[in-house]
């Protein structure tokens, strides 16, 4: 049920049953629940070591309902930001923690298929 719980605010209300049941079943199933969460934890307690910005190309896709980013933020830490687009898809949001752009990936891969293709396109060529 804390595994449930836990995803369910992640997901929000405006994916389909199955696909928030298959995705915590993943977890259960495989044992991974544990590893996953590690990342949220190691990166509350990171401290930063960097000396400056970052120079290696940068492309940020965000998505209504994701975590909003603040360029501000960006541009002090990443030197070399090459595409920054943020997306509204229209796409009905359930509740004020309703995900929709944490899970562009399954709502709208097109629109984040594109983003990747353009970003990539640029760097490479």
Do not use: C, K
């Not at 603040?70 to 002090?76: E, G, H, V």
């Not at 995900?99 to 060529?125: K, N, Q, W």
């Amino acid at each position: 049920m804390g595994l449930l719980a836990w995803n369910g605010q992640l997901f929000g209300e405006g994916l389909d049953p199955e696909f928030v049941i298959a995705n915590v079943a993943l977890y259960w199933l495989t044992g991974t629940s544990g590893s996953s969460i590690r990342f949220y934890y190691e990166d509350a307690h990171h401290t930063p070591e960097s000396t400056g910005p970052t120079t290696a190309p940068l492309g940020l896709a965000m998505f209504a309902g994701d975590f909003q980013s603040i360029r501000r933020f960006a541009d002090r830490d990443h030197a070399n930001i090459v595409s920054w687009h943020s997306y509204d898809t229209g796409r009905p949001t359930g509740s004020p923690r309703d995900a929709a752009g944490h899970y562009a990936a399954h709502e709208s891969p097109e629109v984040l298929a594109g983003d990747i293709r353009r970003f990539f396109a640029t760097v490479i060529g």
